[in-house]
């Protein structure tokens, strides 16, 4: 993979951005099953191991606590991205994740692909599935994370809201919950890593870097529009290290695993949730 | 004659008195201090939780409680306060049968399936107090919405208010008809939820499975094509 040319995707922010939704997000998916499977033998098992019922509603709130940290800081880094002198531009700027109308129209274009009714949509820096992906995560963690704080302080709560909304605000948290993982689960997983192509493990989020002849292909408008820019030059990255490629194979498959894994408990248990 | 008949009735006014002296409680413990009739009160009193009229007795027909031709108030305590069928027992289980050898969970199975019993580990008489259990809407059941949230929640939640009591301990089905009726938002929102889950996952879900056979599809055709080329 050394000889092919190499353009920067996700700089170390981005990925450090990414790497920390991953290793929170899991840590919430264990902890919340098992909170959720609690009357169930895997449910007490992994509670116990992990030092009982109290101490996993502890590492559930403390995380908790810096997922909306964390978010708080991808805010501060979105308002210093934005340009505020030309907002409209920044906004709908195709280096922009907000959804657009062309959104829309690619993915009429790529139902018509399916079928193969015509040609794949010309994508530029981000699909449609991508932004979808991000949007799902920018709305999912303040709901999660406004009624979770919530339900972690039930007393406060209860001196603005009827108590009986605790029982509607733990309904919300646990189903957007159960949503966000079945659909990083199923649909994150196979899109980013199953397909073919991609099988067995995107490397892009890791390495950041993607090799230019793929991405002509996949985002042919991007790669055009760098060319007219004269950044393409700049965009080209070495290859990540041997010793980097492995540690990031190793983390990824760990984290794929788990969460497989913990599809196949939802699968299981699907009774209890 | 008519001596005889004085002499005789006057006997029997004296033996009927000795008889009622029998019958009828022992004058000097009945003028102990005791606010009611049952013994040793103060002892039920603290082990129940069930107090005197003259001690906590609230407004008969509190709109907040709802109550045979009651509407459902406004600023009903519980969603579903108002729509259960509410008996007004001291003891809830006066009728059932073999009640001493019985278990909870024998009759209430559903009832046990709640987070305090589960997660919390919490047992039916930690808040439904020790025999004779009252029902809910009895006036001195510590369980009732006037001051469940002093008597029951607050022995675990300190400072729990009577706005955090009204949380529904033993959820209903949110996806059930029946709590349409009974906790109309929690049926709303699951049904919204669900709608919202099988949307998004039926949607992404039909999408991807297209795209991932649709690709198998052409890996297949290409490398059948391949050798034919060569």
């Given amino acids: ?273 | 004659m008519t001596r005889r008949i004085l002499r005789r009735s006057i006997l029997w006014m004296v033996l009927g008195g000795l008889g009622l002296v029998l019958v009828l409680p022992v004058v000097a413990p009945a003028q102990e201090e005791v606010t009611t009739s049952l013994r040793r009160y103060q002892d039920r009193e603290t082990s129940t939780g069930y107090y005197e009229d003259s001690e906590v007795k609230p407004f008969p027909f509190s709109s907040f409680l709802g109550g045979p031709g009651v509407v459902r108030s406004p600023f009903a305590y519980s969603p579903e306060a108002p729509q259960i069928p509410h008996t007004y027992l001291a003891d809830a289980h006066r009728a059932v049968q073999f009640y001493n050898v019985q278990t909870c969970v024998a009759c209430h199975a559903e009832e046990a399936k709640n987070i305090h019993t589960i997660r919390g580990n919490i047992t039916c008489r930690q808040c439904h107090g020790g025999e004779p259990m009252a029902s809910i809407a009895h006036y001195f059941s510590p369980l009732n919405p006037v001051r469940r949230y002093a008597y029951v929640c607050s022995k675990c939640h300190e400072g729990a208010s009577a706005s955090f009591a009204t949380y529904v301990v033993h959820e209903p089905n949110p996806g059930a008809l029946e709590t349409r009726k009974t906790f109309s938002s929690l049926f709303y929102s699951d049904w919204f939820m669900y709608l919202l889950i099988v949307g998004t996952l039926g949607f992404f879900g039909a999408h991807t499975a297209v795209w991932v056979s649709k690709e198998l599809y052409h890996v297949y055709t290409e490398k059948k094509r391949k050798p034919e080329d060569e």
Avoid at chain 1, 106 to 121: A, D, E, I, S, T
Avoid at chain 1, 134 to 158: D, E, H, K
Wanted: hydrophobic residues 55%; aromatic residues 16%; neutral net charge.
């Fill in chain 1, 1 to 273: 993979m050394n000889d092919q040319v190499r353009i920067i995707r996700f700089n170390v922010i981005h990925r450090l951005f990414h790497l920390f939704v991953m290793v929170t997000f899991l840590i919430q998916a264990v902890t919340g099953l098992c909170r959720l499977l609690y009357a169930t033998a895997w449910g007490r098992a992994l509670t116990n191991f992990l030092g009982g019922y109290e101490s996993v509603t502890t590492i559930h709130y403390r995380v908790g606590v810096a997922m909306l940290l964390g978010f708080a800081v991808h805010i501060v880094y979105i308002l210093l991205k934005v340009e505020w002198k030309s907002l409209r531009q920044s906004l709908f700027h195709p280096d922009s994740l907000v959804p657009q109308l062309h959104d829309v129209i690619h993915l009429g274009q790529q139902v018509r692909w399916f079928f193969g009714l015509g040609p794949p949509p010309p994508f530029d820096r981000w699909t449609y599935w991508e932004k979808f992906d991000y949007m799902a995560v920018f709305w999912g963690i303040p709901l999660l994370g406004v009624t979770g704080l919530l339900l972690m302080y039930p007393l406060f709560t209860s001196y603005f809201l009827p108590g009986w909304m605790l029982n509607v605000i733990l309904l919300l948290h646990r189903a957007e919950a159960l949503l966000a993982m079945l659909y990083i689960f199923i649909i994150h997983f196979t899109v980013g890593h199953l397909r073919h192509g991609m099988f067995p493990m995107n490397e892009c989020m890791f390495a950041g870097s993607v090799e230019l002849e793929e991405l002509r292909q996949e985002k042919p408008l991007w790669i055009v529009r760098l060319e007219e820019e004269g950044k393409l030059v700049d965009a080209i990255v070495p290859a990540p290290a041997p010793w980097f490629r492995v540690a990031y194979f190793i983390f990824g498959f760990l984290a794929l695993s788990v969460g497989l894994y913990l599809l196949l408990i939802l699968l299981i248990y699907h009774n209890y949730v």
